[in-house]
């Protein structure tokens, strides 16, 4: 079983809609939680942490953490067709040393006009 | 602004040769890594450094090694380049005790 598992997609939306992007994670004892957004040929670019259970917000993105099932999840309102990227989902298990994340394999998302 | 650069973005290497790709942070960061990413694979860790000339093997370590010399640099060397080490490299770093890796820009390197 992979420790951090995305939906791969492509996940297409609308422009306007609401951008549901979802990961899972093996592990219930896990320290922290990160979105990254990867344009495609460039690198990836933090743009969500979130460390406790419940929503963080941040302008038109909103992370949902739920540590008992164990997923994290990304939320964007408003879905503009420069938001179309692919959503890397990072944890930080707590047996990880030296800082090491583990990354999903990314969810492709395109936002059409 | 957390700055991470990476000496080449674009590089094309002939089998057998010797490859140094370099990683540069200027915000003091202890930790620093090394990963691939292929498509379909994902990004994969090849090594890690929490301190210099302290370095971790990551998940596929084999036909590359490191060198931290000093805390702002952290170096890859492809000590005999093959074909399969045609990929994307992603140099990233974090301070001690956070978590939020910063990626540079990327090296494309293509083996011949």
């Known amino acids: 079983q992979k420790e951090v598992e995305q939906n791969s997609g492509p996940l297409s939306v609308p422009e306007g809609a609401i951008a549901s992007l979802n990961c899972t994670y093996s592990?219930?004892?896990?320290?922290?939680f990160f979105w990254y957004r990867q344009y495609s040929g460039k690198s990836p670019e933090l743009i969500m942490s979130i460390y406790s259970n419940g929503d963080k917000e941040d302008g038109r993105f909103t992370a949902q953490l739920n540590k008992a099932s164990q997923y994290v999840s990304l939320l964007i309102r408003d879905s503009q067709p420069s938001d179309s990227a692919t959503y890397l989902c990072?944890?930080?298990?707590?047996?990880?040393?030296?800082?090491?994340?583990?990354f999903g394999q990314g969810t492709e998302l395109s936002v059409k006009p | 602004d957390v700055k991470v650069t990476q000496s080449s973005r674009y590089l094309v290497k002939r089998t057998g040769e010797k490859v140094f790709l370099e990683c540069v942070q200027d915000?003091?960061?202890?930790?620093m890594f090394w990963y691939r990413q292929d498509p379909g694979l994902g990004l994969r860790l090849i090594y890690f450094s929490y301190d210099v000339k302290m370095k971790e093997k990551g998940d596929i370590p084999e036909g590359y090694s490191v060198s931290r010399e000093k805390k702002e640099r952290f170096s890859l060397i492809l000590e005999s380049a093959s074909t399969n080490q045609t990929s994307m490299y992603l140099c990233?770093?974090?301070?001690?005790?956070?978590?939020?890796?910063?990626f540079g820009p990327g090296t494309r390197l293509t083996v011949t």
């Open positions: 990072a944890v930080k298990f707590t047996y990880n040393q030296g800082g090491k994340l583990i």
């Open positions: 915000m003091d960061h202890e930790n």
């Open positions: 592990d219930r004892v896990s320290q922290s």
């Open positions: 990233a770093s974090t301070v001690r005790g956070w978590n939020e890796q910063y």
